[in-house]
């Protein structure tokens, strides 16, 4: 004790970051003022809680001479003062890097560093998140995206206590330059062409789908010819006299907002061999969906060719997607994927080539139509005390970790998918719930609940519900890998996202719905996919941390595996052939494919045939031998 202090204040409660100020706000807070004595008993208190404490001293003037803060364990237990991560909003334009840091307005309720733990993020799904474990974070957006995004991270303290928040992410929009692409016409030997709208911007595009027109002032003129530009795309040109070979100039597109882009175009004589022509498409699908496009209706449909020459896309040339998957056939028929939770527009470009070798280009646009998403549901997991009512407040509640990918709010159904079943349990809309255990209940009790965004879709999440100090089950999550077709065996770390509350060591104890093969190795799934197979795969493994509770076993818990094969192309089989045919006889044609084959159903050629005897050579697709 300090003889120069009159008295004492000592402040006390079951919650960190005790004041004198907040202690009747604080759980279990209870002040105890003017303490004459240097010891205070304290009675009623909860053996089972961590305490935070707060003593000051007075001196004799009436100021304050003293004041410290002691933290104390629970009986036969450690602190247990979790740390608090709030939600964080950003904004930042199209095509935009976000750099921040999610850890600025975290609060920590024990002494200590704060840290993320990386083991633990849910990924934004429209964009690129790398953070570190100090909250730095760095995000980069697709490309041309615009719209809502959202990531979730896990806060740790140095108790190895955890909390989680959403960062929601606003893309604004801006104006992207359209896309001028070349063209090529065909003039009579009297050198006059009359091109009618949409002429040069048929090929044209803007992947903000905003109106264009042609500069009526040409970029550069002509050096054969008299040209006249007009703002809807047409133009008329009038060349020498029986020109022979070619003329060009180039030409400005713009866009409703004044983005510019500049194209070429190239006038031949009809003694030329003149390319396609090709028209832009226009396609659309749902969020999610898969885009199937024949032949006829196919990229190739609209084009055409001034020479009447057959034409097929070039396979030598190709401008990708940005946000999806292309798979593009010759005869212009093609399949879209588009990436998970992707709508807005994407682009990609094809070149047809004719049979004499010339190409035109032209930009095909597509539209995803926005499909609801559902919300994200995680699971949760809390420790209550035996006999006590645990009550659970809409901050540290069932919603705290759970976002939408849509605008709006999530709200909890007051109705439990499956419910407790050794105590009372009461739902509240904004996630808040309270549980009174059964009297003498000792052990796990859980329950499933669903939320609901503001489009009406859903999702659902499991609780675990511990009395303290009983054995938590481990956290089985989802994975989902890309593998290649007829790829070796890969070793799969399932357990890298997987934990325990309790820090005891997980084990892989099961494998089901085995599609090729698969063993356990080293607490990692060596997988090998099926000869021959692409598509998904879905296994199911069972993880555990090999203790009992009540009398409900071991603590077994089970997720998905998602497998995605993508396929590659395979060697075709060649297999033997022979003939029989007389001395001296003439040449003979040999289909020597007939017996062959391709299990990607490609079209086989003959490259090469010799022969030890005897001449070989190929004809028409064909073996000609000639004894």
Do not use: C, W
């Amino acid at each position: 004790a300090n003889p120069e202090l009159n008295r004492y204040n000592v402040y006390i409660a079951t919650q960190a970051g005790v004041s004198s100020t907040n202690i009747n706000e604080l759980e279990n807070g209870q002040q105890f003022l003017s303490i004459q004595d240097t010891a205070l008993s304290i009675t009623e208190s909860l053996t089972d809680k961590s305490y935070q404490v707060l003593i000051t001293g007075v001196d004799g003037s009436g100021e304050s001479g003293f004041a410290n803060t002691i933290n104390i364990a629970p009986v036969g237990g450690e602190l247990a003062f979790a740390p608090e991560a709030n939600a964080d909003q950003f904004q930042i334009s199209e095509d935009q890097t976000l750099q921040g840091n999610v850890l600025t307005n975290d609060t920590n309720q024990y002494s200590g560093d704060l840290r993320v733990n990386a083991d633990a993020l849910i990924l934004p799904q429209h964009g690129t998140l790398n953070i570190n474990e100090n909250g730095d974070f760095t995000y980069i957006p697709i490309a041309n995206f615009n719209g809502e995004d959202a990531f979730s991270y896990q806060v740790a303290n140095e108790l190895g206590m955890t909390d989680t928040a959403v960062v929601e992410i606003t893309i604004l929009a801006v104006n992207d330059a359209p896309i001028a692409l070349d063209n090529t016409y065909n003039i009579t030997n009297n050198g006059a062409l009359v091109v009618l709208s949409p002429g040069l911007l048929i090929n044209d595009s803007d992947i903000d789908l905003d109106n264009l027109t042609v500069d009526t002032t040409p970029v550069s003129e002509p050096t054969r010819g008299q040209l006249t530009l007009f703002d809807n795309g047409g133009f008329e040109y009038q060349g020498e006299q029986n020109m022979q070979g070619e003329d060009s100039f180039q030409y400005r597109v713009v866009d409703a907002q004044g983005a510019q882009a500049i194209a070429n175009v190239t006038i031949v004589s009809s003694n030329t061999n003149v390319a396609p022509i090709t028209k832009n498409d226009s396609y659309s699908l749902s969020e999610d969906e898969t885009l199937v496009v024949t032949a006829a209706n196919g990229v190739l449909s609209n084009d055409t060719d001034p020479n009447n020459d057959s034409f097929s896309v070039d396979e030598t040339f190709i401008v990708a997607p940005t946000h999806g998957q292309l798979l593009l056939a010759i005869d212009g028929s093609f399949s879209y994927v588009p990436d998970a939770n992707f709508n807005g527009v994407d682009q990609f470009q094809y070149q047809a080539i004719d049979v004499l070798g010339a190409t035109s280009t032209a930009t095909v646009t597509l539209i995803i139509n926005s499909e609801p998403d559902n919300p994200v549901a995680q699971n949760d997991a809390y420790q209550f005390s035996k006999n006590k009512l645990f009550e659970v407040t809409t901050q540290n509640g069932l919603l705290v970790n759970d976002f939408n990918i849509e605008a709006g709010d999530l709200s909890v159904n007051t109705t439990a998918i499956n419910t407790t079943q050794n105590g009372e349990l009461t739902l509240k809309v904004d996630g808040s719930f309270t549980y009174q255990p059964d009297l003498g209940f000792i052990g796990v009790d859980s329950f499933t609940y669903s939320i609901s965004n503001e489009q009406g879709l859903t999702a659902t999440a499991q609780v675990t519900l511990s009395e303290s100090g009983v054995n938590t089950f481990p956290e089985a999550n989802d994975d989902q890998y890309t593998l290649d077709e007829d790829s070796s065996a890969s070793l799969l770390d399932v357990l890298a996202n997987d934990t325990d509350a309790d820090g005891d060591t997980i084990t892989i104890s099961n494998i089901q719905n085995i599609v090729g093969e698969a063993t356990i190795i080293a607490g990692k799934i060596q997988f090998t996919p099926p000869a021959n197979f692409s598509g998904e795969i879905v296994l199911t493994y069972t993880i555990t941390d090999g203790y009992s509770v009540g009398n409900e076993g071991i603590n077994d818990r089970t997720a998905s595996v998602t497998i995605t094969v993508t396929p590659v192309n395979d060697t075709p089989i060649a297999n033997a052939d022979s003939i029989t045919m007389n001395e001296d006889a003439p040449a003979v044609l040999v289909n020597v494919l007939a017996n062959d084959s391709d299990i990607d159903g490609d079209i086989l050629e003959i490259t090469a045939a010799t022969a030890d005897i005897g001449s070989a050579s190929v004809v028409d697709n064909k073996i000609q031998y000639t004894p």
